[in-house]
């Protein structure tokens, strides 16, 4: 079976993992920094617990009371969590339902916001994998990738042996899972309790976390330029690219100036 | 089993084909797409930078058309807290913890300021 690893790393959840690193093998191939899968799953599920958790999972608090204006039970609210993963795509549902918009015009609406996960999915995941991983095992890999597992994957990732790397991202990634999870069901049963500049608070948590991890992620120029060109051409697509595809317009803009001015740099370093 | 049309499955299947399946079709195609690209390859660049960018423009979106609580906030007052959380991050190590606690504390200071 090609999806073997994925079976020992949701095996090895159930216990007798050891916890404290086996001495390296000499006839181990695999590249695992001398530890066992299962150790770096759980160092994954530590270092998640240990911030990114916590913020995703504030962040999706409003999502629960969005759900329950719209007047969809407590499981379905969840459910979007797991389902959708990505937290602007379930402020458009909610919201849209909650307007009445036409069955096709959501899912129209989702599939274009979602459009952004396709550079996030084709950039990580060629790091996280090894040629062995199995389609099931990168499917599930993709569906696990948003934002705030794609910002924190692109720094911690690199620094996982390879062979070690999908048992990290899923330790990591299902700690943000059940951390979200649980915050969307509170956020169902509290929200409309709250003061306004407390819940506006909350909604804050995605634009300074997302920008600070972004800032903390540029190792290049490359990095940074394609942050500060993205936050500048914000207000420019925003009035004048067409509703829904403002955002695909903006990334590839941006990005493109940015690799761009990688280029220029990189030529003249050269000289 | 009646109510299993008033309630029961139709916001189950609501929520999977207007909901999940439209949003989970581009992560699926991307497994395709990621096939060959490695790790080195220069497109990883480019494809990277654009993620990047339409990150910073989801941010910049949430904060130029708000909407519910940051809605009630003007456009300093949600500028602002951005500015002195990346002040905090730079100021205090390099840390995202540092960020948010300065700028959560400055929108929510703006928000009783302005409310």
Redesign the interface.
């Given at each position: 079976m090609q999806n073997a690893a994925i079976w020992r790393t949701v095996a090895s959840m159930s216990g007798a993992a050891p916890l404290n690193d086996p001495p390296p093998s000499a006839e181990d191939a695999e590249d695992l920094g001398g530890r066992s899968r299962s150790s770096w799953f759980w160092d994954g599920a530590r270092q998640a617990l240990a911030?990114p958790m916590l913020?995703v999972s504030v962040s999706l608090l409003?999502v629960g009371g969005?759900a329950r204006d719209a007047g969809?039970?407590v499981e379905?609210a969840v459910?979007?969590t797991i389902?959708?993963w990505?937290g602007?795509?379930?402020?458009l549902?909610f919201?849209a339902?909650a307007a009445k918009t036409s069955?096709p015009v959501?899912?129209?609406t989702?599939?274009l916001?979602?459009?952004?996960?396709?550079?996030?999915?084709?950039?990580l995941?060629?790091?996280i994998r090894t040629k062995r991983t199995g389609?099931p095992t990168?499917?599930l890999a993709?569906?696990c990738?948003a934002?705030t597992v794609?910002?924190e994957g692109?720094r911690r990732i690199p620094l996982v042996p390879r062979d070690g790397r999908m048992a990290f991202f899923f330790g990591f990634s299902f700690v943000c899972f059940l951390g979200t999870s649980i915050s969307t069901a509170i956020g169902f049963i509290l929200i409309g309790e709250l003061p306004?500049?407390?819940?506006?608070?909350?909604?804050?948590?995605?634009?300074?976390?997302?920008?600070?991890?972004?800032?903390?992620?540029a190792k290049r120029p490359?990095?940074s330029?394609?942050?500060?060109?993205?936050?500048a051409?914000?207000?420019l697509?925003?009035a004048f690219a067409p509703r829904g595809l403002?955002?695909?317009v903006?990334?590839?803009?941006?990005?493109?100036?940015?690799?761009l001015i990688?280029r220029a740099l990189d030529e003249r370093a050269r000289s | 089993m009646t109510e299993v049309y008033d309630?029961g499955l139709w916001?189950?299947f609501?929520?999977?084909?207007?909901?999940?399946?439209?949003?989970?079709?581009?992560?699926?195609?991307?497994?395709f797409?990621?096939r060959g690209?490695?790790?080195s390859?220069p497109w990883?660049?480019?494809?990277?930078?654009?993620?990047?960018?339409?990150?910073?423009?989801?941010?910049?979106?949430?904060?130029?058309?708000?909407?519910?609580?940051?809605a009630?906030?003007p456009l300093w007052g949600?500028v602002g807290?951005?500015a002195i959380?990346?002040i905090a991050?730079f100021a205090i190590r390099?840390s995202?913890?540092a960020?948010?606690v300065a700028?959560?504390a400055a929108?929510?200071?703006?928000?009783?300021w302005a409310?």
């Amino acid at each position: 079976m090609q999806n073997a690893a994925i079976w020992r790393t949701v095996a090895s959840m159930s216990g007798a993992a050891p916890l404290n690193d086996p001495p390296p093998s000499a006839e181990d191939a695999e590249d695992l920094g001398g530890r066992s899968r299962s150790s770096w799953f759980w160092d994954g599920a530590r270092q998640a617990l240990a911030g990114p958790m916590l913020v995703v999972s504030v962040s999706l608090l409003s999502v629960g009371g969005l759900a329950r204006d719209a007047g969809f039970s407590v499981e379905i609210a969840v459910a979007s969590t797991i389902l959708l993963w990505a937290g602007p795509a379930q402020v458009l549902f909610f919201g849209a339902v909650a307007a009445k918009t036409s069955w096709p015009v959501i899912a129209f609406t989702i599939s274009l916001s979602s459009v952004r996960f396709v550079p996030m999915v084709v950039s990580l995941l060629p790091i996280i994998r090894t040629k062995r991983t199995g389609l099931p095992t990168l499917l599930l890999a993709a569906h696990c990738i948003a934002v705030t597992v794609w910002a924190e994957g692109m720094r911690r990732i690199p620094l996982v042996p390879r062979d070690g790397r999908m048992a990290f991202f899923f330790g990591f990634s299902f700690v943000c899972f059940l951390g979200t999870s649980i915050s969307t069901a509170i956020g169902f049963i509290l929200i409309g309790e709250l003061p306004r500049p407390l819940a506006a608070g909350l909604l804050f948590m995605t634009p300074i976390y997302f920008v600070a991890a972004l800032t903390r992620n540029a190792k290049r120029p490359i990095d940074s330029w394609a942050l500060v060109l993205g936050l500048a051409i914000a207000p420019l697509t925003e009035a004048f690219a067409p509703r829904g595809l403002d955002l695909l317009v903006l990334g590839v803009v941006g990005g493109t100036g940015a690799w761009l001015i990688q280029r220029a740099l990189d030529e003249r370093a050269r000289s | 089993m009646t109510e299993v049309y008033d309630q029961g499955l139709w916001p189950w299947f609501v929520l999977i084909f207007f909901g999940f399946l439209p949003s989970e079709v581009w992560r699926m195609l991307s497994v395709f797409l990621a096939r060959g690209i490695d790790e080195s390859s220069p497109w990883l660049a480019w494809v990277r930078a654009v993620a990047t960018a339409l990150l910073a423009g989801v941010v910049g979106k949430l904060l130029l058309s708000p909407n519910g609580a940051l809605a009630t906030l003007p456009l300093w007052g949600r500028v602002g807290p951005l500015a002195i959380g990346m002040i905090a991050y730079f100021a205090i190590r390099r840390s995202i913890f540092a960020a948010i606690v300065a700028g959560e504390a400055a929108i929510i200071a703006a928000g009783y300021w302005a409310g």
